[in-house]
């Protein structure tokens, strides 16, 4: 069947180009399938990091890609839905996360809908999007009403695109795993002796944003501290202050125990900082799904995850990692030293590995082709 993808993929950054890469080359194994990606996402003015190109020496692409979508030229969005018209797919995807794609997504969807067969399918990573006010909503729904299907990865995601569109055909699917970083199989000692790190060591991976919950997990290292020696790394490019946060580590008299990384993870060191660590933390006060947790376990990392979005449905509780209620540090250092003293390690990473095919591309693959049918 002929299928037109529509987003992001390399040459930009993060976890969306990444899933839309990766979906794009499973999917095409099995259908004719184009991609029509964009040539310019945010305006830099607007993007809050450094940029939003991927500069990492190993790049995650697929052949056959053709960029047309500039976000600020509406003559590039007719462009789109032309292409469309004259291909004749039966179903066009597109990813929905923020709200900034609003006209875009909506121009192209409403052409669609009036001029050709295609039905639309709209894979939602955020119905609403961290830090949601007001207007986006709004913006939110007008598009979201364009979409013949829908498919979510979390029951929160679920209940709040049925209260945005009530017709709405949803398929809930867990989040394929992103293992395509773990490909050297870097040991930890080697991984550690890269990174200046020594003994235990726990992963705060990704953006550090306000929902990220990361002065939480900071709060608690001390309480772990006086049960066993335990690092933090903590990776990422920072969207707000770090200074604020070096601040409270300096006032807790935690500094020899904190290891700060501020950069956007180029795709080639990824598997080194996930080598080093034992226990993955992802201390959220709000979430609907993270890449993050499918990125640790395609590294075979267990995790520590607050109880929020689809994390629960992602994590088997005291098999593959522990679920903590949010913005509790006692939580937190009741579960890392858990983990340690329990000696959990070995039986997590089997159980992960275990769950492997739940979590296939595969299996999205095949949610896809169920609306096809």
């Known amino acids: 069947m002929k299928i037109c993808l529509i987003g992001p993929t390399y040459p930009f950054r993060g976890g969306i180009s990444h899933y839309m890469t990766l979906l794009y080359r499973c999917l095409k194994q099995q259908h004719e399938v184009y991609f029509l990606a964009f040539k310019r996402q945010y305006p830099s003015w607007l993007f809050p990091g450094v940029t939003d190109k991927d500069f990492s020496l190993l790049q995650i692409r697929e052949e056959g890609v053709e960029y047309l979508i500039d976000s600020l030229n509406p003559f590039t969005w007719f462009k789109v839905f032309l292409q469309i018209k004259r291909r004749k797919p039966v179903m066009v995807i597109i990813p929905w996360w923020v709200a900034f794609w609003t006209p875009q997504f909506w121009t192209i969807a409403t052409l669609v809908k009036a001029y050709t067969q295609a039905r639309i399918l709209f894979i939602c990573h955020n119905v609403m999007e961290h830090e949601y006010r007001g207007v986006k909503k709004l913006c939110t729904q007008i598009v979201l009403k364009k979409g013949d299907h829908f498919i979510v990865h979390s029951g929160e995601d679920y209940e709040n695109l049925k209260k945005l569109v009530t017709h709405a055909d949803i398929k809930p699917s867990v989040m394929p795993i992103f293992n395509i970083f773990h490909y050297e199989h870097i040991s930890k000692q080697h991984a550690r002796k890269q990174l200046n790190l020594e003994g235990n060591t726990i992963l705060f991976f990704g953006f550090v944003r306000p929902y990220k919950g990361l002065k939480y997990l900071i709060e608690a290292m001390p309480i772990i501290l006086q049960d066993l020696q335990v690092s933090l790394l903590i990776a990422g490019e920072f969207w707000e202050k770090e200074e604020d946060y070096w601040e409270q580590i300096q006032t807790l008299g935690i500094q020899e125990k904190i290891k700060i990384v501020n950069k956007y993870i180029p795709n080639e060191e990824v598997e080194q900082y996930f080598a080093a660590s034992d ?95």
């Open 279 to 373: 226990l993955v933390v992802l201390p959220y006060v709000s979430a609907t799904g993270s890449a993050v947790v499918q990125t640790a376990f395609g590294c075979h990392k267990p995790v520590v995850s607050t109880n929020v979005g689809s994390l629960s449905e992602i994590i088997t509780h005291e098999k593959t990692g522990y679920l903590i209620p949010p913005g509790n540090p006692q939580a937190i250092a009741s579960a890392i030293i858990s983990f340690y003293k329990n000696g959990k390690e070995e039986e997590f990473v089997s159980n992960i590995m275990l769950e492997h095919n739940k979590f296939s591309w595969e299996s999205m693959v095949a949610s896809i082709e169920g609306f096809l049918r």
